[in-house]
């Protein structure tokens, strides 16, 4: 009965190889989101998708590619890994709330080791 | 823009005492506002929020927050805390018309047995 589940929990890969993590939600929600947590734990947005729409796109390399195959699916497909892209991710998903959003509600994050 | 300051990298308490985990934010118009907690090696959990109404709002575990819109503070307060309560506590800001969450650096909570 999970709400919002992410695979791999662990990802270690070399540099320059592509790699990519999957993102589900069963909370029936409009809007997914990833996340990016650096070793300081400080959290940023990267993309957000509303139904299956690209709504938030911050600045982030173009290496990053996410992707919504439906509105309960946000993948994050990532080219070239560098060493700074090591980190945890998260993916997050809210209902809809007077036409934008409501509480998001988080996975149990990829942390991703790029050696 | 919107943003959120939280003063505090650490907050140190013995169990029992009460716990105050401080948070000012920065946004045009009405904001949502959120307290999350991250216990280590997991994801975030919701806590509470405030959208609109009584100041005070309860949350999860025996938390509660005061939204304060003349001083810009949403601070978390639980009367009495517990060893458990020892983790990683996050402030978040999210104005009314929009999707983007914007989070502060995060305050690591110590209860002393």
């Known amino acids: 009965d999970t709400a919002v589940s992410q695979t791999p929990k662990y990802l270690v890969t070399q540099m320059g190889n592509d790699k990519s993590i999957k993102c589900e939600q069963n909370?029936?929600?409009?809007?997914m989101y990833w996340y990016k947590q650096d070793s300081k734990k400080f959290l940023k947005i990267m993309f957000s998708?509303?139904?299956?729409?690209?709504?938030i796109n911050e600045t982030v390399p173009n290496r990053f590619s996410p992707k919504s195959p439906d509105k309960a699916h946000l993948n994050l497909h990532i080219n070239s890994l560098e060493l700074g892209d090591s980190a945890v991710y998260f993916c997050?998903?809210?209902?809809?709330?007077?036409?934008?959003?409501?509480?998001?509600?988080f996975g149990p994050g990829t942390r991703l080791t790029v050696l | 823009a919107q943003s959120v300051a939280q003063p505090e990298d650490q907050v140190n308490v013995a169990e029992g005492n009460p716990l105050t985990v401080k948070c000012t934010y920065s946004?045009?118009?009405?904001?949502?506002l959120f307290w999350y907690v991250q216990y280590p090696n997991r994801g975030l959990q919701f806590l509470l929020k405030?959208?609109?109404?009584?100041?005070l709002v309860k949350g999860s575990y025996g938390f509660e927050a005061e939204f304060n819109k003349s001083q810009t503070s949403f601070h978390l307060k639980k009367p009495s805390a517990l060893v458990s309560d020892s983790a990683l506590y996050f402030c978040?800001?999210?104005?009314?018309?929009?999707?983007?969450?914007?989070f502060g650096a995060g305050t690591t909570v110590t209860v002393r047995a």
């Open positions: 978040a800001v999210q104005r009314s018309n929009d999707y983007k969450l914007s």
């Open positions: 998708y509303n139904n299956k729409e690209l709504i």
């Open positions: 946004v045009s118009g009405n904001p949502y």
């Open positions: 405030y959208i609109t109404g009584d100041n």
């Open positions: 997050a998903s809210s209902p809809p709330r007077g036409g934008f959003t409501d509480t998001q509600y």
């Open positions: 909370l029936g929600h409009d809007t």
